[in-house]
């Protein structure tokens, strides 16, 4: 194929595959909480990351990682501990990562507005082999979390108190799934930027939702999806000369409009059957409360 002719490609290619899997094998933990847009917060503050490395001449990646390691860490923590004026202090973090990256790029002699437009929305042409190398160890850190410890992130998205209860170490795992998160985003943000990841984290999960029923089958359908768009929305971006960040937000929505389309007359059909059901047992048929790792929401 010409397009795997290029080394740039194959580096965009290999980075949308991962960043297509991790964003929504962590994004379902998220929507799970309710902090569905946790992932622009941070995507926010790692622009002060960006433009760290920027001034540094040090890899933005790896300065960014470790920047919205640290931001989503503070984010947990008023999230635990600041509830009286926590939205004042997650605003003043967001806009402060936001200005804080403009100010630290136009500082930096390497940087300009052009680079750090590449890191807000996404470059295939600007991925290095370095970057790749960044994302790989990133992201085998996030399938390592997401997949080993899968059990215990589902039982503190669902309920933290009975997580408590039966003894998981619930602040120590709601600080993993922060900066899990937020290696999320540094993986991300080279091919979809940091202003849309958050998109890839929740859009793929959402349509995934609409058609099944149990966590397990949730998790690998937004995985397929986030998979599927971020290789279109690559291959695409090649072809066509168009925004990689925006075409791939732009098929994961028009994945969730289809999905929205199919899940009505599905949803009619489950009833009747469970009607049928019913009145062949001779009682009326009733909702189930779903099962224990039923993620709707």
């Given at each position: ?7 740039f490609?194959?580096r ?5 595959l991962?960043?297509g ?6 994004g379902i933990?998220l929507?799970q909480?309710?902090?569905?847009l946790m ?15 920027f001034?540094?001449?040090a890899?933005?990646v790896?300065?960014?990682g470790?920047v ?15 509830r009286?004026?926590g939205d ?6 967001f806009?402060g990562g936001m200005?804080g ?13 052009a680079?750090l437009?590449?890191?807000l ?12 190398t960044a994302?790989c160890?990133?992201a085998?850190?996030?399938?390592a ?17 009975f997580?408590?209860?039966t003894?998981?170490p619930?602040r ?8 899990t998160a937020?290696?999320?985003?540094t993986?991300a943000?080279?091919v979809?930027?940091l ?7 929740v ?11 149990s966590?397990r089958?949730?998790f690998?359908v ?8 971020s290789?279109?929305g690559?291959?695409?971006t090649y ?5 990689p960040g ?7 929505i028009?994945?969730?409009v289809l999905?929205?389309?199919l ?16 009145a062949a047992?001779?009682?009326d048929a009733?909702?189930?409360?779903g099962?224990a790792?039923?993620?709707k929401?």
């Amino acid at each position: 194929m010409e397009i795997l002719d290029h080394d740039f490609m194959q580096r965009a290619l290999l980075a949308a595959l991962l960043v297509g899997i991790t964003a929504p094998a962590v994004g379902i933990h998220l929507v799970q909480r309710r902090q569905a847009l946790m992932g622009d917060g941070i995507g926010h503050v790692a622009m002060t990351g960006v433009g760290l490395g920027f001034l540094m001449s040090a890899n933005p990646v790896w300065v960014a990682g470790l920047v919205s390691i640290a931001g989503a860490v503070l984010m947990e923590l008023i999230r635990m501990y600041g509830r009286t004026r926590g939205d004042i202090a997650l605003a003043l973090l967001f806009y402060g990562g936001m200005a804080g990256g403009v100010m630290l790029t136009s500082l930096s002699p390497e940087g300009s507005n052009a680079n750090l437009m590449s890191y807000l929305f996404g470059s295939l042409a600007t991925v290095s082999a370095e970057d790749v190398t960044a994302i790989c160890v990133l992201a085998g850190f996030v399938l390592a979390v997401s997949l080993g410890l899968r059990r215990q992130l589902f039982a503190i998205s669902q309920d933290e108190e009975f997580a408590r209860v039966t003894g998981l170490p619930v602040r120590a795992l709601n600080l993993l799934v922060a900066v899990t998160a937020a290696v999320t985003v540094t993986v991300a943000m080279r091919v979809v930027g940091l202003l849309l990841v958050s998109a890839l984290m929740v859009v793929p999960v959402a349509a995934a939702q609409q058609l099944t029923r149990s966590f397990r089958s949730t998790f690998a359908v937004a995985v397929l999806i986030g998979t599927a768009v971020s290789l279109t929305g690559t291959v695409t971006t090649y072809y066509q000369d168009v925004p990689p960040g925006a075409t791939i937000v732009l098929l994961a929505i028009a994945v969730f409009v289809l999905f929205a389309a199919l899940a009505a007359p599905l949803s009619r059909r489950r009833a009747r059957a469970a009607r049928e059901a019913g009145a062949a047992h001779g009682h009326d048929a009733r909702p189930s409360a779903g099962a224990a790792d039923d993620v709707k929401v």
